[in-house]
């Protein structure tokens, strides 16, 4: 049981370019999200989705673009990088109110 | 607006050393308390959810408590592999979003 995936474990950007973060889990949870993690600021909300076909934004949507076409996986989209968005990216999962289940992260550094 | 706040930022024990970790919460309706320990390099791995005032539960040398505005994290005869990052967050209504404080890093000497 893989849990919650994500691809690219490492990525270097320069400014203007875009690039998608991968997200799927194979353990059907309805609810899946994504957070940035900054040194002294915790685990931002980028966005969320409770089910295939709605997404809602979260506390720094700016910049970031997701979709939600199947249960298992939410891309998380950069249309043109910045260096503010230079962070650490998790993505995580969960099935009705319980615990959420995170990826191992991608480390994403824009040049 | 939904805030969870910890302290300490850091903190240092020695081996053997018990303290506790501080989560203190302003939320509107609390429909679940969460713990995670983070490893450097590593997603937030659960550790515990409580759910209403008194509540509490233990694992190993971790003891989660929750009262109406906090919930403390204790650590009882820390060891050196018990250093992490300790992440609280809460959820509030329905089907919400986590809102995380800003954890806790801590380091066990031996």
């Known amino acids: 049981n893989a849990g919650v995936t994500q691809t690219p474990k490492f990525q270097v950007l320069k400014t203007g370019q875009s690039m998608t973060l991968q997200c799927a889990q194979d353990?059907?949870?309805?609810?899946m999200s994504w957070y940035r993690q900054d040194p002294g600021m915790g685990l931002r909300l980028i966005h969320y989705?409770?089910?295939?076909?709605?997404?809602d934004q979260g506390e720094v949507p700016n910049g970031y673009n997701v979709s939600r076409s199947t249960t298992e996986d939410f891309p998380l989209r950069l249309l043109s990088a910045a260096p503010s968005q230079t962070s650490v990216y998790f993505c995580?999962?969960?099935?009705?109110?319980?615990?959420?289940?995170f990826g191992s992260g991608t480390q994403l550094s824009v040049l | 607006e939904d805030q969870v706040t910890q302290s300490p930022e850091a903190l240092r024990l020695q081996e053997g050393e018990s303290s506790s970790l501080n989560c203190s919460y302003t939320?509107?309706?609390?429909?679940?308390l969460f713990w995670y320990r983070q490893d450097p390099g590593k997603g937030p791995e659960f550790l515990f959810t409580?759910?209403?005032a008194g509540e509490e539960k233990e694992k190993e040398r971790l003891k989660a408590t929750l009262t109406k505005k906090e919930s403390f994290l204790h650590i009882t005869a820390p060891k050196p592999e018990d250093s992490a990052t300790y992440l609280c967050a809460v959820q509030t209504s329905g089907n919400t979003p986590l809102v995380f404080g800003k954890g806790t890093r801590l380091s066990v000497i031996a």
């Open positions: 995580a999962s969960r099935t009705g109110n319980e615990k959420l289940f």
């Open positions: 409580l759910y209403s």
């Open positions: 939320v509107s309706g609390l429909r679940g």
């Open positions: 353990m059907n949870h309805e609810y």
């Open positions: 989705s409770v089910g295939a076909g709605i997404t």
